[in-house]
Structure formats: structure tokens, C-alpha cells
């Protein structure tokens, strides 16, 4: 999204499908929703490329994602 890696450090698994991988399903003020393969990933902490970890409510202050945005799988 931004060009940078995003590194997934923390998450759980979720049901939701019904949309492309890479795809943020939904958004909320602690979490984000990614669409996987099969299934979904509750993502809770990430480390953005030259940066420390941060949890995702400290990433999501800034990268001010929304439902249908989509990572970039290259890289």
C-alpha cells in the first residue's frame, strides 16, 4: 500500500471469505480483517519496513486503511 513491506507479527484466524486475498475486509479501531487464501487473518501487531513493532491500533492511526483496500503482494 504505502510501498513499503508490512511484517505480520501478531494475528488470529478467522472464517470470513468472499473476497481476494490481500484484501482488508474490515477495520476497527484495535484490529484489522485480511483476506487469505481460505479463510481470514485478524491482524494485531505489524512491523513496517525501518521500523519497531507496533501494535495494529498504532498502525491503523496512520495508514488510515479501509474495507476494500488491497496489499500489494510483490516485494
Known amino acids: ?3 513499503k513491506r508490512l ?3 501478531r494475528s488470529r484466524t478467522g ?3 468472499g473476497t481476494s486475498p490481500g484484501t482488508i475486509i474490515s477495520a476497527d479501531k484495535n484490529s484489522f480483517l485480511v483476506s487469505c487464501g ?3 487473518l ?3 501487531e505489524v512491523q513496517v519496513e525501518g521500523k519497531k513493532r507496533m501494535s495494529a491500533r498504532e498502525y491503523l ?3 488510515k486503511l479501509t474495507s476494500g ?3 500489494d503482494s510483490t516485494g
Open 1 to 3: 500500500m504505502s510501498g
Open 7 to 9: 511484517k505480520i507479527c
Open 15 to 17: 472464517m470470513t471469505t
Open 38 to 40: 481460505s479463510g481470514s
Open 42 to 44: 485478524q491482524v494485531l
Open 61 to 63: 492511526a496512520g495508514a
Open 69 to 71: 483496500d488491497c496489499f
